[in-house]
Each structure stands twice: as C-alpha cells, then as structure tokens.
C-alpha cells in the first residue's frame, strides 16, 4: 500500500500524520474515495468537484490546486490498473 503525503509517495510504514492535524483531532477534513478501472479514474471530475465543493464548504484555506491533485494521482497511478484511492484534505 502507499500513501501520498505532501509530496511524496510513501510505503505505507512510513506514511505520517501528526496527531495535531485537524483531521485527527476532530475529524476535521474532507474525502472522496475514487476507483480506478484499467488505470483511470471513475468519473475524476464529478469527484474533484465534490471534493472541492466540500472543501469551501468547510472553509478550508489551502485546498491543493485541480492540476497538482491530478498530478498526484498520475503519479500514485503509475504501473497499476485497478486500486482504490483516497483522497483526504485537512486543515493541516
């Protein structure tokens, strides 16, 4: 399993989040779970959109860009035709 997290893809062993994230001490966050059928996202946009939607809802200030998530997710893609992802905004 791998974790991205900040910039990096990590193993899941060494992915962290500290326990003063606002996610971890009050469920302060955002999600979309997205599946990937022949190494593409069902539906990305609908869920981008969603995720972005609830973000401002919340009044999150530093919501990554459309682009650097999409960039993320090629990234965490790479070499693999059917996973399961997470996305996850906090407050930080």
């Not at 791998?2 to 966050?29: C, E």
């Not at 779970?33 to 539906?43: A, H």
């Not at 059917?82 to 906090?90: A, H, R």
């Amino acid at each position: 399993m791998l974790a991205w997290v900040g910039d990096t893809l990590l193993p899941r062993h060494m992915a962290k989040v500290s326990v003063f994230d606002s996610a971890v001490q009050g469920g302060d966050a955002v999600w979309e779970g997205l599946r990937v059928y022949k190494g593409r996202v069902f539906k990305l946009d609908k869920h981008l959109q969603r995720l972005f939607d609830s973000a401002k809802a919340m009044d999150f200030k530093r919501v990554p860009s459309k682009s650097y998530i999409i960039g993320a997710l090629e990234a965490t893609l790479a070499g693999r035709t059917e996973i399961t992802v997470v996305e996850l905004f906090s407050r930080f």
